[in-house]
């Protein structure tokens, strides 16, 4: 019994370790001193034994994981290693380019390039095709996706493109 106590102890430490040392490798040996601590249940104790070892060792391994995502990320160590930055939500700037004017750089048949806000943006008409040098406006954002039609006579004149 001291050696699959042995086995499963090694096993958690080593699952431990791979939180400092990434790369599967604890992880990967981790997991295989817990199979080896429920194969030599099995082996040395039957089936009823081997079962209640591999159901301990699955709660106890349940209970700490637990424990730890509600508390090391609290830790001194937690705060250390991970990102506290939060990333613009996509959402808040959906729909901020609707309406902006640019120019195309290339033929878009339908997709193409154009100068929007002085960027070089991807952009994909809304069926047509445009010749370069025409004045666009973006008409729809799908992600990361501009939809552009060309400009009428009269939206150039008005916005002194």
């Known amino acids: 019994m001291q050696t699959?106590?042995?086995?499963?102890?090694?096993?958690?430490?080593?699952?431990v370790g791979e939180v400092f040392v990434p790369g599967m490798v604890l992880g990967t040996f981790g997991s295989i001193f817990f199979l080896a601590?429920?194969?030599?249940?099995?082996?040395?104790?039957?089936?009823?034994?081997?079962?209640?070892i591999f159901a301990t060792i699955g709660i106890f391994y349940s209970i700490g994981l637990?424990?730890?995502?509600?508390f090391f990320p609290r830790t001194a160590a937690g705060r250390r290693i991970s990102n506290r930055k939060t990333l613009p939500s996509s959402l808040a700037e959906k729909h901020r380019l609707?309406?902006?004017?640019?120019?195309a750089i290339s033929v878009l048949r339908p997709a193409g390039v154009a100068l929007i806000e002085g960027q070089r943006?991807?952009?994909?008409?809304?069926?047509?095709?445009?010749?370069?040098?025409?004045?666009?406006?973006?008409?729809?954002?799908?992600?990361?996706?501009?939809v552009v039609r060309a400009q009428n006579s009269y939206e150039i004149a008005a916005s002194g493109f």
């Open 4 to 15: 699959i106590f042995a086995f499963a102890l090694a096993g958690f430490l080593l699952l």
């Open 37 to 52: 601590a429920v194969c030599r249940g099995y082996v040395l104790y039957g089936p009823l034994t081997g079962t209640w």
């Open 66 to 70: 637990l424990l730890w995502l509600r």
């Open 98 to 103: 609707v309406g902006v004017q640019g120019i």
């Open 121 to 146: 943006r991807d952009v994909i008409t809304d069926g047509s095709f445009i010749e370069p040098n025409t004045p666009l406006i973006v008409i729809a954002e799908e992600g990361q996706k501009l």
